[in-house]
């Protein structure tokens, strides 16, 4: 059983900075793409940015410039760093790994609890 624990969610004003983190626990052998996505409220949930296993790195057009997406591989976590904030960011920010546990040669993907990001005006 693997688990996806976010942190670091909040309440910023215009112009702040917020770091998000998500933590994998249980079964894991490896862990392929990490990514973080995005959901408003009566909008469908949007690739924010993702990570590979190599580090490359992939990042919305709305985000690009503002936000950073990195892994620590020790750790099983990937973490997202928000600077700049507006208040279009406001949503409820979701990761997702894609995790192989080792029993056999299936990539599953998992998805954390979501965390809510509000920027104020």
């Known amino acids: 059983q693997v688990q996806l624990v976010e942190s670091g969610g909040g309440l910023v004003q215009a112009g702040g900075s917020l770091r998000l983190s998500c933590a994998a626990s249980?079964?894991?052998?490896?862990?392929?793409?990490m990514g973080w996505y995005r959901q408003a409220p009566g909008k469908q949930r949007d690739l924010v940015a993702d990570?590979?296993?190599?580090?490359?790195?992939n990042y919305a057009d709305s985000v690009k410039g503002r936000f950073t997406i990195s892994r620590d591989y020790a750790k099983n976590t990937v973490y997202l760093q928000m600077n700049s904030l507006k208040p279009e960011d406001t949503a409820v920010y979701y990761c997702r790994q894609g995790i192989m546990d080792g029993s056999d040669y299936a990539t599953r993907y998992y998805w954390g609890q979501g965390t809510q990001v509000t920027v104020s005006s």
């Open positions: 249980g079964r894991i052998f490896s862990i392929r793409a």
């Open positions: 990570i590979t296993s190599a580090g490359s790195t």
